[in-house]
Structures are given as C-alpha cells and as structure tokens.
C-alpha cells in the first residue's frame, strides 16, 4: 500500500513566523509532487507543485524535495492568520492508477496573532 | 473552482436507496477523479476517467459505480446507499495525468 504520510498537528506558530510542513512518501518511483491548502468545509485549493529536486518558490511559499529522502515539505514564510488551514500533501502514484494522487491526511495549521 | 460544478452540494438520502452525483466541467480536461473525504483517512479515490467511457476503479470503488458519456460530465452513482457512505465527495480534473488536480466545491452526502 502507498503511503503519504504527515504529521497531523495541530502546528501552532505566531504570526510573521515561518512554519514548515512535512511530508514523506513511500512510493519511490513518483514523480509529481503537490502541496494543498484546506480551508474547513471547503474543497482543496493547488498551492504548490514541484517535479524536481531543490527549491521552488512562490511568493511566501517555498516546496523542497529530496526523492532521495523521500522527503517534501512545505514552508510559509511571514505566516497569517489567514493562512490557518489544513495542509494536504498529494504525490502521484507511479505505475499505478492513470494519474492517482495518493493524499496524506493533512497538517493542520495555526497561525496565531 | 477551476470551472467545475457539483451537483447536488448537499443531500440527505435513506438507506438502501440509488443516489447520483454529478461534475461538469468547462475546461475540456480530458481526467476527471471522484474523491470521498472522512476524518481520519483524507482523501480517497473512488473512480477516475481517463476520457469519454474511458473509466476505472480507485482505492476505495466497492459500491460506486461511474458514467462518462461526455467529455465535461462524470457522474458518480451509489447503487444501494449505505451508512458507511455518508461522507464529502469531491470531483477534481487535470489536464495530464501527472499534473496538479483542480478540484469541485464537494458535496455532502448523508445516509440515513
């Protein structure tokens, strides 16, 4: 069974702090890797993607992977309050399912004035 | 919501009886995926389409059955609804597919 695991929190940080989001995936042949904001009793909002060992930023948002690791996390910069939500990690199943993405359970994040 | 629409948002449904939801879609995506979300186990794939009657089962298909007989519609049928069924159901599309899934408003189903 593959698996996408996080830690489920609650993360509690202040505002303007930075908060890291983890993320490791069992399945070593995945290629695609997506980070998800999930407001309650709202549907999952693409906030990151990343293919591609390193770094990528997007304004406060900056995904890391090491598929050595197995590893991809997630860093906010500058957190808000606004930014309090759960945080879904997504990898795509290789040679599996036609373009299944397998979802960890989510971090849920706080961010506290 | 990337031009996607559920339909219904929410039902209330007895046991035993057929329910069917619906996603359509404006973007012309050629994958569309039904999830169902629970506390505890996240995200979990239904049935996914890979185009028009192009279909096939995902984690969690027992009981579910799917439709596609265009490209902007995949409906979703619970053929004898359960308890156990009573959850969100989240439609997503993509465009390839190992790229990023953009996903429907849901709909909150209830079983009674």
């Known amino acids: 069974q593959k698996e996408v695991e996080q830690n489920s929190g609650p993360l509690s940080v202040p505002e303007g702090a930075i908060a890291s989001l983890n993320c490791t995936y069992s399945?070593?042949?995945?290629?695609?890797f997506f980070w998800y904001r999930q407001y309650s009793g709202k549907s999952p909002e693409l906030i990151m993607f990343i293919y591609s060992n390193g770094d990528k930023e997007d304004g406060r948002f900056t995904a890391q992977l090491n598929k050595a690791s197995q590893y991809v996390s997630l860093l906010i910069r500058d957190s808000q309050p606004s930014d309090s939500a759960t945080y879904l990690c997504?990898?795509?199943?290789?040679?599996?399912?036609?373009?299944?993405?397998?979802f960890g359970k989510g971090t849920k994040l706080s961010v506290k004035p | 919501d990337a031009g996607i629409t559920q339909s219904p948002r929410h039902k209330v449904t007895e046991t035993g009886t057929p329910v069917t939801l619906r996603c359509h879609q404006t973007?012309?995506?050629?994958?569309m995926y039904w999830y169902r979300q629970d506390p505890g186990h996240g995200l979990r794939l239904i049935h996914y389409?890979?185009?028009?009657?192009?279909?096939d089962k995902g984690e969690v298909s027992d009981g579910y059955s799917v439709s596609r007989s265009k490209t902007e519609d995949f409906l979703l049928t619970l053929e004898s609804a359960t308890s156990s069924q009573t959850s969100v159901y989240f439609c997503?599309?993509?465009?390839?597919?190992?790229?990023?899934?953009?996903f429907g408003q849901g709909t909150r189903l209830t079983v009674v």
């Open positions: 389409s890979y185009g028009v009657k192009d279909t």
């Open positions: 997503a599309i993509s465009v390839k597919e190992d790229t990023e899934a953009f």
């Open positions: 973007e012309n995506h050629r994958y």
């Open positions: 399945d070593r042949g995945s290629q695609s």
């Open positions: 997504a990898v795509n199943e290789y040679g599996g399912s036609q373009g299944n993405l397998i």
